[in-house]
């Protein structure tokens, strides 16, 4: 499966921003799919995890409460909406799919990966 991310950008302290991940080449609802990010000079580091059908969310404990994960099967397309954004949050943001229909949060199992997309949160 190919995964397109999308939809970083700058933004202040307190913003918003909804990052999308297309999904093409293979039946996107037999994936689970995941979020993670790295900053520079850090390791990539889990973020938000959804099951096959959407009836599974998991997150990260820095961004529980801010974060919400969903999917759109249709559409092939899973959504990482961001809310109270803070500058600690600035990193590239990168999508995943594994082939298991539950919630994973080891990058191990995640056998595909977008490109990554940009997130800048200015102080």
């Known amino acids: 499966v190919q995964l397109q991310a999308s939809g970083g950008g700058l933004v202040q302290a307190g913003g918003a921003l909804r990052l999308s991940c297309a999904a093409s080449?293979?039946?996107?609802?037999?994936?689970?799919m995941g979020w993670f990010r790295q900053a520079p000079g850090k390791e990539r580091e889990f973020v938000a995890a959804i099951s096959w059908n959407g009836g599974s969310t998991y997150y990260a404990d820095s961004v529980k409460g801010r974060f919400t994960i969903s999917r759109d099967n249709a559409k092939n397309t899973v959504y990482l909406q961001m809310n109270s954004l803070k500058p600690e949050d600035t990193a590239v943001y990168y999508c995943?799919?594994?082939?298991?229909?539950?919630?994973?949060?080891?990058?191990?199992?995640?056998?595909?990966w977008g490109q990554g997309t940009q997130v800048t949160v200015s102080s």
């Open positions: 080449g293979r039946t996107f609802s037999h994936y689970g």
């Open positions: 995943a799919a594994h082939q298991y229909l539950g919630i994973n949060w080891s990058a191990d199992v995640y056998d595909y």
